[in-house]
Structure formats: C-alpha cells, structure tokens
C-alpha cells in the first residue's frame, strides 16, 4: 500500500519554507526522499532509519516518527532550484527492499 | 562519475511486439531495481535484485514481464507481447547493500515506452 503524501501541490516565494508530510500504514524500517524535475530521474535527497537521527543536507532535513510510521521534510528558505515533485519512498525491512512510493508532491518555488 | 545507463532511451512499438530494455547499474552495486512511472500509478517497482539473483518480482505481470542479471554489469526486463497499457517511463536503480542497511538508490534515465 502506497504511502500518502501531503500537500499534493505547494507554491511558495522564494526564501519561504515548506513541509512535506509522508504517512503510511506499514510498519517502516526506513523512509527515502527523492526529488525529480520534468523529464528527469529521481535525484536522492536523504535516507531515514529505524532508530536513526533526524537527517539534514544543507537547508534541506527529515524526521522519521517511527511509532506513527510518518516521515517530514522539511526545507528551509526554499531557492528556486527546489521546484520540482518530491516523492517519499518506504521501505519495510532492512537491506535494500524495494521502495514503495508515495504520489509526489509537486514544489514550485517563484521568484 | 559514475552512473546507471539504460538503453534505449525511448521506444515506439506496435502492441503485440516484444519489446526489452537494458541497464548497467554503477560497477560495484549489489542490488538492481527496476521500477515503473505513470501518471495514473505513480513510481512501482516491478522487480530487484542482489547479487544478480532475483529477491521479488511481485511487482510484475508474470505472463508478459520477465526480468533477468544476465551478468553483473547487465540488467534486461522484457515485456512479451507489449500492449498498450505497458506506456510508462521504466527507469533502473541500483545500490550497494552492506551490513549497515538500506542505502540511496541511483536512478537511471529511463526508458520512454510507447506502444501503439
């Protein structure tokens, strides 16, 4: 069953911040985000563990809360480079499962 | 700068064709993905890999989709006979699994299926 990502869409200024919600009704072992622009391959973003930190790459960071099996992402003073869909991918148990992705959320950043 | 290739990068067909697209993950990988994007269903993964050795091909319509690591630099997914429901963005990933867990997926560019 697919994660549920929210909001489905989000635009913002540029310099404003966002949240990206991903909530599933699995037991997770780790939550993967990824960004893809049109017509592109999904770029990674940040992987979150069972019993890991809260993860963070520049303005970029994540929370996994694992007794409500939901993950965060969070993005801070958003540049125009963060526009495109954002996609949370879970996965159930350890070693490299195959992900089960949610239905994007789709970032615009305006200048 | 290594990265995943997937060949080729777009396919027009004929339904009823067979139709095979392949991949080569980064040397080194362990694990091999192959995952599906429409727009109606989103990313799916059809199928993976470790070792070259097929973990769970659930994601796939067993009676057209095969997919196969003739050898560690190559991964094939045929589809036989092709219909047009098979449109999609077909995309490969691979990753290197260690004792540590799961780690980032590298995403190929994708094959571009058409079938008419």
Redesign the interface.
């Known amino acids: 069953q697919?994660p549920v990502q929210s909001p489905q869409a989000v635009i913002l200024r540029e310099g404003e911040d966002a949240v990206i919600n991903c909530s599933s009704s699995k037991a997770l072992?780790?939550v993967?985000w990824?960004r893809q622009k049109h017509g592109?391959?999904?770029?990674?973003l940040m992987?979150l563990?069972k019993g890991g930190e809260q993860m963070r790459h520049e303005k970029i960071s994540a929370s996994f809360n694992e007794k409500k099996q939901q993950s965060s992402l969070y993005l801070t003073a958003s540049q125009l480079s963060y526009s495109g869909t954002y996609?949370c991918?879970t996965?159930e148990g350890?070693?490299?499962?195959?992900?089960?992705?949610?239905?994007?959320t789709h970032l615009i950043i305006q200048p | 700068d290594a990265r995943v290739t997937q060949t080729p990068r777009h396919k027009v067909t004929e339904m009823g064709q067979e139709v095979t697209m392949r991949c080569q993950p980064i040397l080194g990988h362990n694990?091999v993905?192959w995952?599906r994007q429409t727009m109606m269903q989103?990313?799916?993964?059809l199928?993976?890999f470790?070792n070259r050795a097929p973990l769970?091909d659930s994601?796939m319509p067993k009676d057209r989709f095969s997919a196969e690591m003739p050898d560690a630099t190559l991964a094939t997914l045929k589809i036989q006979p092709s219909e047009p429901r098979d449109s999609a963005v077909y995309?490969c990933a691979s990753?290197l699994?260690t004792a540590g867990?799961?780690?980032?997926?590298?995403?190929?560019?994708?094959t571009r299926l058409t079938v008419l």
């Not at chain 2, 989103?42 to 993964?45: A, N, R, S, V, Y």
């Not at chain 2, 867990?101 to 994708?110: K, N, S």
């Open positions: 697919q072992y780790s993967h990824y592109e391959a999904p770029v990674f992987i563990l996609f991918g996965g350890g070693g490299a499962d195959g992900l089960t992705f949610g239905k994007g | 694990t993905f995952y989103g990313l799916e993964l199928a993976y470790r769970d994601g995309f990753g699994v867990g799961p780690d980032e997926q590298f995403f190929g560019p994708g």
